[in-house]
């Protein structure tokens, strides 16, 4: 039994004489009790994932228990030996996962719509939206910064958040603290702005960076802090092991970590779909780096474990994990490394104390000094109820889910011909499931062998209802590297007075700018990944393109 802000806690236990098929519900929060209505929540996300169990049950004519589901996870397969391929798990795991995108996500079909952009944004379930709905409903919330009730009940609702939050990612409370943001990139940029460079440190980079880890480096400038940029190895797109060695060199001998720099790269590219090692955050810290890991496309569909892995800062946005709220993202920090960064300003709900009669403030000692404003807290309580959504139907369940899916995808799209034999697609990255998630970045070739314009396919995608995205993405690091761009050549344009993006392609000599990326998620099956080869083949197979009348880019 644990006490916390008035509240007795009593942990929690889901037991079954008989397992419902996964995904199964692996655990409740055990560290706070929850406030009445969120238990109510709770307890209806609960519920609607059992009832769709039971839909599987009741019209199945076969009982996919857990057992038979983990020995099907567990098989190694032709892609790589790591991934279950889809005769032997997916079409059992699949059948589950249709139920639910029926009960939870049927808007998809009722609308025609093949969604394709899970790591721009996850899809939010029925009941997620109904729990908000209830929880709005049902009880009064105020602005946190007051000690009135409606006050009081939500700041309750976000301290729980927090803790859940913590638990979730398997990190001590005493050692990390969770700062809400925006987004991902809000997270970035506190500890840009807060963090300390100097001449005497290095910020390290990697080629595969979103251009919101990128913009640390202005930053560092202003602070006359070198930067290094880490080269991915084409065609996989892994990160160059040997030469992120050398970029971790420290500038000067050092005593204590802290005098090093930031080294900063994502768990999984958001172009690519590439995982990269997480063995990288130790190694770093090992050389003296305080690490930032932009965990924004990794933790829908993996499990991220901060007692095994300890980045100093690591970053997400939730809408990108289960869809809703949007919004809200966040900055897990480890508190040691708190106390290291310096905010350029303060704000409201970040001190405790001001004076305009002198040149003074005081800001507070707990993570509210790194979140500027009123929170949002109607969302924030969302995050939780996020949460207990993924954590009843399992992120392992998620995971292998996702994988069966984007590795039955990755294998249409590899076998694409036209009619002569020439390929139609070039994929990028990792050509088996190895090292690589649930997301596909391609370029679609013509008979000639000439790439297709990416934004003959944004075009015509968006009118076959076809979410998928096109362009680089905000990663211009993978963009050069596909692309194969040198330095040499792109220094060339650094005065040009190029009127357009498309005159500064046409001078880089590229028929297209970007690629295509499709990702899949939750609520994907197989369908997805038919409708999109069958728009392929019945547009582009034997076809001959041209640029001519489209409209001109207006960035990358």
Same mark, same amino acid.
């Given at each position: 039994?644990?006490?916390?802000?008035?509240?007795?806690?009593?942990?929690?236990?889901?037991?079954?004489?008989?397992?419902?098929?996964?995904?199964?519900?692996?655990?409740?929060?055990?560290?706070?009790?929850?406030?009445?209505?969120?238990?109510? !929540?709770?307890?209806?996300?609960?519920?609607?994932?059992?009832?769709?169990?039971?839909?599987?049950?009741?019209?199945?004519?076969?009982?996919?228990? =857990?057992?038979?589901? !983990? $020995?099907?996870?567990?098989?190694?397969?032709?892609?790589?030996?790591?991934?279950?391929?889809?005769? !032997?798990?997916?079409?059992?795991?699949?059948?589950?996962?249709?139920?639910?995108?029926?009960?939870e996500y049927g808007y998809l079909d009722e609308q025609n719509q093949v969604y394709l952009d899970f790591t721009g944004a996850a899809l939010a379930a029925k009941s997620q939206l109904r729990a908000f709905q209830?929880?709005?409903?049902?009880?009064?919330?105020?602005?946190?910064?007051?000690?009135?009730?409606?006050?009081?009940?939500?700041?309750?609702?976000?301290?729980?958040?927090?803790?859940?939050?913590?638990?979730?990612l398997h990190a001590d409370p005493s050692e990390y603290a969770v700062i809400f943001t925006a987004n991902a990139t809000a997270a970035a940029k506190l500890v840009g702005e807060s963090y300390a460079f100097g001449?005497?440190?290095?910020?390290?980079?990697?080629?595969?960076?979103?251009?919101? =880890?990128?913009?640390?480096?202005?930053?560092?400038?202003?602070?006359?802090?070198?930067?290094?940029?880490?080269?991915?190895?084409?065609?996989?797109?892994?990160?160059?092991?040997?030469?992120?060695?050398?970029?971790?060199?420290?500038?000067?001998?050092?005593?204590?970590?802290?005098?090093?720099?930031?080294?900063?790269?994502?768990?999984?590219?958001?172009?690519?779909?590439?995982?990269?090692?997480?063995?990288?955050?130790?190694?770093?810290?090992?050389?003296?780096?305080?690490?930032?890991?932009?965990?924004?496309?990794?933790?829908?569909?993996?499990?991220?474990?901060?007692?095994?892995?300890?980045?100093?800062?690591?970053?997400?946005?939730?809408?990108?994990?289960?869809?809703?709220?949007?919004?809200?993202?966040?900055?897990?920090?480890?508190?040691?490394?708190?106390?290291?960064?310096?905010?350029?300003?303060?704000?409201?709900?970040?001190? !405790?104390?001001?004076?305009?009669?002198?040149?003074?403030?005081?800001?507070?000692?707990?993570?509210?000094?790194?979140?500027?404003?009123?929170?949002?807290?109607?969302?924030?309580?969302?995050?939780?109820?996020?949460?207990?959504?993924?954590?009843?139907?399992?992120?392992?369940?998620?995971?292998?889910?996702?994988?069966?899916?984007?590795?039955?995808?990755?294998?249409?799209?590899?076998?694409?011909?036209?009619?002569?034999?020439?390929?139609?697609?070039?994929?990028?990255?990792?050509?088996?499931?190895k090292h690589r998630g649930g997301t596909i970045s391609f370029n679609l070739l013509d008979q000639k062998g000439k790439m297709i314009d990416e934004r003959i396919i944004a075009e015509e995608s968006a009118d076959?209802?076809?979410?998928?995205?096109?362009?680089?993405?905000?990663?211009?690091?993978?963009?050069?590297?596909?692309?194969?761009?040198?330095?040499?050549?792109?220094?060339?344009?650094?005065?040009?007075?190029?009127?357009?993006?498309?005159?500064?392609?046409?001078?880089?000599?590229?028929? $297209?700018?970007?690629?295509?990326?499709?990702?899949?998620?939750?609520? $994907?099956?197989?369908?997805?990944?038919?409708?999109?080869?069958?728009?392929?083949?019945?547009?582009?197979?034997?076809?001959?393109?041209? $640029?001519?009348?489209?409209?001109?880019?207006?960035?990358?």
């Open positions: 039994m644990r006490k916390l802000d008035g509240l007795v806690c009593i942990p929690s236990d889901v037991t079954s004489t008989s397992p419902p098929p996964p995904p199964q519900f692996n655990h409740t929060f055990d560290l706070v009790c929850a406030p009445n209505d969120l238990r109510r !929540e709770i307890k209806f996300v609960e519920t609607m994932v059992t009832r769709a169990s039971e839909a599987f049950l009741k019209d199945s004519d076969e009982n996919l228990d =857990i057992a038979s589901f !983990e $020995s099907a996870s567990s098989r190694t397969s032709r892609r790589g030996g790591t991934e279950a391929t889809f005769v !032997e798990h997916g079409e059992k795991d699949e059948m589950w996962f249709v139920r639910l995108r029926q009960a209830t929880r709005m409903a049902g009880e009064l919330y105020g602005n946190p910064h007051s000690q009135s009730p409606s006050s009081a009940a939500a700041t309750k609702l976000v301290d729980w958040t927090r803790t859940a939050v913590l638990e979730y001449p005497r440190r290095k910020l390290v980079l990697t080629f595969d960076n979103h251009n919101s =880890i990128n913009g640390l480096r202005e930053y560092a400038k202003k602070r006359r802090c070198h930067t290094t940029y880490v080269p991915s190895v084409y065609p996989d797109l892994t990160i160059d092991h040997a030469a992120l060695q050398r970029a971790l060199e420290p500038r000067r001998r050092i005593l204590t970590r802290s005098f090093t720099g930031l080294f900063a790269f994502p768990a999984q590219s958001n172009f690519s779909g590439v995982r990269h090692p997480l063995d990288y955050v130790a190694m770093a810290q090992s050389r003296g780096f305080d690490v930032l890991l932009d965990a924004a496309a990794y933790v829908p569909t993996n499990e991220l474990n901060l007692s095994q892995v300890k980045p100093e800062f690591t970053i997400m946005s939730w809408y990108k994990m289960f869809g809703f709220p949007t919004g809200v993202g966040c900055l897990v920090a480890r508190k040691d490394a708190l106390k290291r960064l310096r905010r350029p300003w303060f704000s409201g709900g970040t001190i !405790e104390a001001v004076s305009v009669g002198i040149p003074w403030h005081r800001m507070t000692l707990d993570e509210s000094a790194f979140e500027d404003g009123t929170l949002n807290f109607h969302g924030i309580p969302d995050v939780l109820i996020g949460l207990s959504w993924v954590n009843r139907i399992g992120m392992s369940s998620i995971h292998e889910h996702v994988q069966v899916i984007t590795a039955y995808g990755l294998d249409r799209l590899q076998q694409a011909r036209h009619s002569d034999g020439k390929p139609m697609i070039i994929v990028y990255g990792p050509a088996t499931m076959a209802n076809i979410s998928l995205r096109t362009g680089c993405f905000c990663n211009p690091g993978v963009g050069e590297n596909v692309f194969q761009l040198q330095v040499k050549t792109l220094r060339g344009l650094l005065w040009s007075r190029s009127p357009s993006i498309d005159e500064y392609i046409r001078l880089l000599g590229l028929s $297209s700018a970007g690629a295509i990326r499709v990702s899949f998620g939750i609520a $994907s099956t197989t369908r997805d990944a038919d409708a999109l080869m069958h728009f392929i083949y019945d547009k582009y197979r034997d076809r001959i393109t041209s $640029s001519e009348g489209l409209a001109s880019r207006t960035r990358c």
